[in-house]
């Protein structure tokens, strides 16, 4: 058996060789409202590890890693606090990492990932509905949204803990392309 053929039956096996790929140009957002004003924000980087069958949603999967690094708050100043330890702490922890197994559908072309976010050292269930409709030449267009309460990550620390000041919900949205 050559090494090519060792390394796609380990893929085989592993289930990775099933994996389809998330094609370029996704988009990863979120809005908070601090002191009632909506702020929107996204990341620039994040990778996408994406396996998807409508016909098989005990089987897919997604893990999404994020840049924490890489988040624009629609400025320089805003982008640059949210960085900070009182708030992502990027110097310390520079991803956050979204995982779940087996999705669920909700009725048409609606389903629900229910996975865990691991950010700042703690790991919670973080539901995410996505909407998925084919396309053309067999991609699919996905988005979908999902809410978490940043407090329960120490997201928005010491003086910024203050929910009449920065809102504990913080709503997220997605945007991707797949290619079984």
């Known amino acids: 058996m050559t ?4 390394v796609l039956s380990t893929l085989f096996l592993t289930g990775m060789a099933h994996a389809g790929t998330v094609l370029p140009g996704g988009k ?3 809005r908070f409202s601090q002191m009632n004003v909506p702020v929107d ?3 620039a980087r994040f990778a ?3 396996e998807f069958n409508p016909a098989q949603l005990a089987q897919s999967s997604v893990v ?3 840049d924490l690094s ?3 708050a629609g400025g320089t100043e805003a982008s640059q606090e949210l960085q900070k330890p009182a708030w992502f702490d990027s110097q310390q922890w520079a991803h956050a990492t979204f995982n779940a197994k087996g999705f669920k559908s909700v009725g048409g072309n609606r389903y629900l990932a ?3 976010l691991q950010l700042k050292n703690k790991t919670l269930p973080l539901p995410l509905q996505f909407t998925a409709t084919p ?3 067999g991609v699919w267009k996905i988005h979908g949204s999902g809410r978490l309460q940043r407090l329960n990550f120490a997201i928005g620390t010491g003086e910024w803990a203050d929910e009449g000041v920065v809102a504990n919900e913080v709503d997220l949205t997605f945007q991707l392309t797949y290619k079984p």
């Open 114 to 116: 229910q996975g865990q």
């Open 41 to 43: 924000g996204q990341f």
């Open 28 to 30: 990863l957002g979120f």
């Open 48 to 50: 996408t590890q994406l």
């Open 3 to 6: 090494l090519a053929q060792i």
């Open 64 to 66: 999404v890693k994020v």
């Open 70 to 72: 890489s988040v624009d």
């Open 135 to 137: 396309q053309a030449g």
